[in-house]
């Protein structure tokens, strides 16, 4: 088992991250005051609960606000924030499902509506005991490293439990998607790495600047620039957790140098580079 801590005196935030190697599932507790993070998403399907505190984050164009009790189910790609809106801060506790585990795993068990990756959650807050006590052991299993055994079963449990809050099919409709904005989707996902400018992607658009801009906001509910650091982190996390140097990982996702990714990197997952290279690998620097 390999992991991270973080802690810094002067905002009282602290963030214990664990890994488990063979199924690649990380589990973090964290405890934020005020802002905790910017925008961002994942590539894995992330389910939570909320230990202490009032915890408020954006997430599908809607505010949420969880309490104590409450389980978080967030889909892979769905972007959110964070922050506390009490002054006491709040801390939760979560579980990071990677898409190619959850699917195989859903196989195993034969629960149909985890096997698609693009699974969607049917309510992004949940009030159920039962998720939350199967998440609250799942993660306490990896957590504690407490055995194959007690992992394999509390993760069994949490997706039984799951299967119950998933939809047939994603809430996001492709064929709803303007053109323009999936043409300038794709070029970003091209170019990730590459120096793109407003200019090139109204072009591949077909449309000015201005509308562009507010066109891909509304499909995508962020802009073009933002949407592209979003690829680039996420891209950075499977390199570093392949054991790749930040400063080797920041030139190849497009970053201009290790000190731009760590900043982005920080404020999305409020840990550096490194300390995520070194929780996936236990490789040090």
């Keep these: 088992m390999t992991g991270a801590t973080v802690f810094n005196e002067r905002t009282d935030h602290w963030l214990v991250a664990r890994r488990d190697p063979e199924t690649g599932i ?15 998403d994942h590539d894995d ?9 009032v915890q408020r984050f954006q997430c599908h164009r809607s505010l949420h606000t969880s ?7 967030i889909e892979p790609g769905a972007l959110h924030d964070g922050h506390a809106p009490e002054a006491s801060g709040f801390t939760y506790a979560a579980l990071y499902l990677p898409q190619g585990w959850v699917e ?13 990756v693009e699974a969607a959650f049917s309510h992004t807050l949940v009030d159920d005991q039962y998720l939350v ?4 052991a799942a993660f306490f299993a990896i957590y504690h490293d407490e055995g194959r055994l007690a992992r394999d079963q509390a993760l069994d449990r949490v997706l039984t439990q799951l299967s119950g809050h998933v939809l047939d099919a994603p809430s996001t409709n492709g064929s709803a998607i303007p053109l323009a904005a999936l043409r300038v989707r794709d070029l970003l996902h091209e170019q990730m790495a590459g120096n793109i400018g407003l200019d090139e992607l109204a072009t591949a658009a077909g449309i000015d ?77």
């Design 26 to 40: 990380e589990g973090l507790r964290a405890h934020f005051r005020g802002h905790a993070y910017d925008p961002h």
């Design 45 to 53: 399907m992330l389910i939570g609960y909320t230990e202490q505190g």
């Design 67 to 73: 309490t104590p009790g409450r389980a978080i189910l």
């Design 104 to 116: 195989h795993a859903a196989r195993q068990l034969n629960l149909p509506g985890l096997r698609g």
């Design 133 to 136: 006590d199967a998440i609250r």
């Design 209 to 285: 600047r201005f509308r562009l801009t507010r066109l891909f906001k509304r499909a995508f509910g962020t802009s073009p620039h933002a949407y592209l650091v979003r690829l680039r982190l996420r891209a950075a996390r499977q390199m570093l957790a392949s054991g790749h140097q930040p400063a080797q990982v920041a030139a190849a996702v497009g970053f201009s140098d290790q000190s731009h990714l760590g900043r982005w990197f920080h404020r999305a997952y409020r840990m550096t580079p490194a300390a995520y290279r070194r929780m996936c690998t236990n490789v040090p620097d």
